[in-house]
C-alpha cells in the first residue's frame, strides 16, 4: 500500500502563489506516475497534472498550464505543485494520487489518494 499525505492548502487572493506538499509512504516503487487533482465545490474531481519521475515527463489540465508546476523529489519521496497567478476557479480541495496504468486524466488511473488540502482564492 502507499499512502498520501497533502499539506500547503491555504486562503489566498487573486494572483497569489501556494505550494502543495504531498509526502509519500509505503510501497512507493510500485507506482509509475503521480499527479494531483482538484474538486471544486459542488462539481466533480478535476485532473490538474501528473509527472512520470522515471522518464521526467509531465502533463497538465489547459486551465493550469503555464501557471503550474508539478514536481517529485525522489529522495525524499514527495510530490509537490507550486501554483502561481492564482484565480478564483482554482478554488476546491486538492488531491496527490499516484497510479500504476491508465489515463492521466482519469480518477479510475491512480489507485491511491490523500486526504486531500483545501485551496481557497478569492477575488
Known amino acids: 500500500q502507499v499512502q498520501l499525505v497533502e499539506s500547503g492548502g491555504d486562503s489566498v487572493q487573486a494572483g497569489g502563489s501556494l505550494r502543495l506538499s504531498c509526502a509519500a509512504s509505503?510501497?512507493?516503487?510500485?507506482?509509475?506516475?503521480m499527479g494531483w487533482f482538484r474538486q471544486p465545490p459542488g462539481k466533480e474531481r478535476e485532473w490538474v497534472a501528473t509527472?512520470?519521475?522515471?522518464?521526467?515527463?509531465?502533463r497538465y489540465a489547459a486551465s493550469v498550464k503555464g501557471r503550474f508546476a508539478i514536481s517529485q523529489n525522489s529522495a525524499k519521496n514527495t510530490l509537490h505543485l507550486q501554483m502561481n497567478m492564482l484565480q478564483p476557479d482554482d478554488t476546491g480541495r486538492y488531491y496527490c494520487?499516484?497510479?500504476?496504468?491508465?489515463?492521466?486524466?482519469?480518477?479510475?488511473?491512480?489507485?491511491?489518494w490523500g486526504q486531500g488540502t483545501q485551496v481557497t482564492v478569492s477575488p
Open positions: 509505503g510501497y512507493t516503487s510500485s507506482t509509475n506516475y
Open positions: 509527472i512520470w519521475p522515471r522518464d521526467g515527463m509531465t
Open positions: 494520487v499516484a497510479g500504476i496504468s491508465g489515463l492521466q486524466y482519469s480518477p479510475s488511473a491512480y489507485k491511491y
